[in-house]
């Protein structure tokens, strides 16, 4: 995320991102973050309680450019509240995403891949808009309690018929 702001503050755009939340290597990064001069562009929130309800809504893009991930909820919490998303693929991002219609997949560590993909979402208004919508549609229809209960049901009722 540093080296990405750092290539927009170095080509002039007027870009601020966000790290929310907290852990062990925010010192690191922040100092980091100091060396490189982004003190400006790059704002460390610390923990926010309810962070998808507080935090989220403050966003034109949510980014996520990490080295691994599970099943990353908080990409579900910015699709819920339709965010374009650029994620690396990691974990389920690309099982959860597709890319180019609900968000924009990179590599992990493509710093250029990223600032790219970033740069787009960021220049086109309408571009964000479609792809926020789609991403809120999907999580809407794919991952809900109710979808997920259904799944469960299904996988239950299929193993008790093969006992």
Same mark, same amino acid.
């Given at each position: 995320?540093?080296? =990405?702001?750092? !290539?927009?503050?170095? /080509? *002039? #755009?007027?870009?601020?991102?966000?790290? $929310? @939340?907290?852990?062990?290597?925010?010192?690191?990064?922040?100092?980091?973050?100091?060396?490189?001069?982004?003190?400006?562009?790059?704002?460390?929130?610390?923990?926010?309680?309810?962070?998808?309800?507080?935090?989220?809504?403050?966003?034109?893009?949510?980014?996520?450019?990490?080295?691994?991930?599970?099943?990353?909820? =908080?990409?579900? !919490?910015?699709?819920? /509240? *339709? #965010?374009?998303?650029?994620?690396?693929? $990691? @974990?389920?991002?690309?099982?959860?995403?597709?890319?180019?219609?609900?968000?924009?997949?990179?590599?992990?560590?493509?710093?250029?891949?990223?600032?790219?993909?970033?740069?787009?979402?960021?220049?086109?208004?309408?571009?964000?808009?479609?792809?926020?919508?789609?991403?809120?549609?999907?999580?809407?229809?794919?991952?809900?309690?109710?979808?997920?209960?259904?799944?469960?049901?299904?996988?239950?009722?299929?193993?008790?018929?093969?006992?």
């Amino acid at each position: 995320l540093l080296a =990405v702001a750092k !290539e927009f503050r170095d /080509a *002039g #755009k007027k870009v601020c991102f966000a790290v $929310v @939340g907290d852990g062990h290597l925010r010192q690191e990064l922040e100092a980091k973050r100091r060396a490189l001069g982004l003190d400006d562009t790059v704002v460390f929130t610390g923990w926010v309680m309810n962070a998808a309800e507080v935090a989220l809504p403050a966003f034109d893009v949510f980014f996520q450019p990490s080295l691994w991930e599970a099943m990353s909820i =908080v990409i579900l !919490e910015a699709m819920s /509240a *339709g #965010k374009p998303i650029v994620a690396t693929r $990691v @974990g389920e991002n690309s099982h959860i995403l597709e890319d180019g219609v609900d968000g924009l997949l990179i590599e992990p560590k493509d710093v250029k891949g990223m600032t790219s993909a970033l740069g787009k979402l960021i220049d086109d208004a309408a571009l964000r808009k479609r792809m926020g919508s789609a991403a809120a549609t999907k999580v809407n229809q794919q991952f809900t309690v109710e979808r997920m209960t259904k799944s469960y049901e299904e996988i239950y009722e299929t193993a008790i018929k093969g006992l």
